[in-house]
């Protein structure tokens, strides 16, 4: 699971799930499930590069997208499990980014 670090913290204290977190933790993380509970790794945005937002929920994906100036829409229900544009490309001002999502996975 990928998302915002403080939510995704908050919801795992809340739910009883261990923590601990990488020292280099950043404000977008990625989730590795450990035998013990979660473990939080970062997930660094660079703002010139569309990022991978698939296995994000659709508000985070949507937030970050237009954060960096692209206009997202969303179709279906769940997190995001493709994107219209590729990851790795040039970020565009404007530019529109189709996320389709899955309730599964």
């Known amino acids: 699971m990928y998302g915002y670090h403080e939510e995704l913290d908050m919801l795992c204290r ?55 100036g692209m206009k997202a829409s969303v179709k279906g229900y769940g997190r995001v499990s493709s994107q219209s544009v590729p990851p790795g490309s040039r970020v565009e001002q404007g530019r529109e980014i189709s996320l389709k999502l899955s309730d599964k996975g």
């Open 14 to 68: 809340d739910l009883g799930i261990p923590v601990s977190a990488q020292s280099d933790i950043s404000e977008w993380v990625v989730c590795f499930s450990e035998d013990e509970g979660i473990k939080f790794g970062p997930r660094a945005i660079n703002e010139d590069v569309v990022p991978n937002v698939t296995g994000m929920s659709a508000r985070d994906a949507v937030y970050i997208l237009e954060k960096l």
